[in-house]
């Protein structure tokens, strides 16, 4: 596994996290996957010196996470001009319009609705790697 190619997760859900770190071990190896579990901490990372040095290749941002949520967190992103090439897909249980519409003004690159079985985060996570990344 190359250390610079990584991709930050900001979800909270410890089910989520683990089946997502599963399929990165089995079916992504050429990525490593970092997790974050709430909106403050991935703010203070995305603000670090240690970000500015590696940043991740793709952002997955879970919208409902705890203390500072998903738009929020895009909001500070986007704040930073020279992450504008960093892709960020916003993921979320939410099929609310509002949500979406939101979440690119803010500047998302794609928003979709969380697989619901194991299988087709099995066969979205791939996907999404071979889209924004690849």
Excluded at 30 to 45: K, L, N, P, Q
Excluded at 52 to 61: E, Y
Aim: proline share 4%; glycine share 2%.
């Amino acid at each position: 596994m190359k250390s610079e190619n990584y991709i930050l997760s900001i979800e909270d859900n410890t089910t989520d996290i683990a089946l997502m770190t599963r399929i990165f071990e089995r079916r992504i190896p050429d990525y490593a996957i970092r997790h974050i579990s709430d909106g403050e901490t991935a703010v203070d990372f995305i603000e670090s010196d240690a970000f500015k040095k590696q940043s991740p290749k793709l952002i997955l941002l879970d919208i409902k996470v705890p203390k500072l949520d998903g738009l929020e967190v895009l909001r500070q992103f986007r704040k930073h001009r020279e992450y504008k090439t960093i892709p960020v897909v916003m993921m979320s249980s939410s099929d609310l319009n509002e949500d979406k519409e939101k979440a690119y003004l803010l500047g998302a690159n794609s928003f979709m609705a969380k697989p619901k079985t194991f299988l087709e985060l099995c066969e979205t996570l791939p996907n999404l790697i071979n889209n924004w990344i690849i």
